[in-house]
């Protein structure tokens, strides 16, 4: 038990083991499968719509100019899956540590390793078939890798807040990871939206730096590529006729009522851990704080709304199917200008504005207040913008990645707050979380 104890107090431990489940589970994903398959044979005579191109730089340019502005992206897609499928089996692990210590760096000061070992297990949730929806290697370098990315661009952030230096090495560094982030639009929104916000911040705090200047103007001009690019225009055309012909007819509302609905019927009506255990959290710590019952039952709302429609019907299906009968919103099921869509879309939009006032109410006012609410609202935008493309449906769960990868986020900063018990009893929930939905 002692011998134990000490493996779990040691700092690289949790990271050493994040590295090597995920490098088994990397071990073991196809790579046989999906856009796989296409990138690998972009470059192969005789196969697929580009087999004509004499190299990857003109099949780049010709992605540009006729379907998409991730060339940045593709460039490496197209190289690990045509050649380098092993190294990126190899590097793929060091991703995910990369997502446990940007988001530890960023967003916490306790230096508790247990904090970490929690991190883990919560990372170790992402289920292995989000990770590899559309192709294994494709959903990572197109989705989890800009995410590790972006998090790690945004260290000089709270080196900035912390009044710590930057060396000159590091631009070779966080330049790149931003530049390689920003390429995927909703990461680029989530990340440009961040340095402007802090930007101005540190302005007004006097403690601006060289390299936060130089990250936000490389993310508005690899953002300011993207909303150029020729091939992104001609992609939604495209996707409009093969997967949604009805979309150009579609209001504001309703491709917001569209992604909203899209976007949390993967939490209230499907079981989600990280839906769970944030608002499950969020809830305990107003409880802890307010003695009010109007603010407690502000936080309780997210919480009880989630259980409501997953752990409930299992044991009084009946009832809830008769007094909540909503459902889960697909292309089959377009039912979204009727009065149950709009009942639907104003619950969840209630519940959303919740969570935002009971961050506020667990963390008063702080700085924490103002980097959770932002990254919550990072996490419900980058989904919700997805009701205003064609491919709303097509996409997947995968698009749901960054929404979860800032739920990870907010539940640190919630169980940084708690004692060492709690954090205990937290550490065994995820064990056996992590066991089921692994």
Known sequence: MEKIKK???????????????????????????????????VLVKGTEQYSKTTNIFEYLGIRYNTWTSRVIIEFFLVLFAYRLPLLWKLLDPFIYVLIAYSIKRVFLKDKDEKLSWILVFLILMITIPVTKEAGSIATALNYIWPIAFGL??????????????????????????????VNAELVGACVLTTYVIFTIYLAIKKKIKPIIAVLLIVSIITMIFTFTCPGNKIRTEREIESKFNEFENLTFVDKFVIGLLTEMDQYIMIFSPFYFIFTLIMMITVFKKHDNVLLKGISAFPFVLGIMFTIMPVFFESFVTRIL??????????DYRSLKAYAQAGIY????????????????????????????????????????????????VRTQLIFFTMFIVLIMMLVEEKDKKFRDIMLNLLIVFTIFFK
């Open 152 to 181: 790690t661009s945004l260290i000089p952030i709270r080196k900035a807040i912390d009044c710590e230096k930057v060396r000159w090495y590091e631009y070779l560094i966080y330049i790149p990871m931003t530049i390689f982030a």
């Open 349 to 396: 939009l209630l519940d959303i504005i919740l969570m935002f006032i009971s961050l506020y109410l667990a963390f008063g006012k702080t700085n924490k207040t103002l980097i959770s609410m932002l990254a919550l609202g990072c996490g419900v935008c980058s989904r919700l913008i997805m009701g205003f493309v064609p491919t709303v449906f097509a996409s997947g």
């Open 325 to 334: 009968d909503f459902s889960i919103i697909s292309q089959k099921n377009l």
């Open 7 to 41: 493996v779990f107090n040691k700092k690289t431990y949790p990271f050493i083991i994040l590295f090597l489940v995920m490098f088994i589970i990397t071990l073991i994903k196809p790579l046989n499968f999906g856009d796989d398959i296409a990138f690998a044979n």
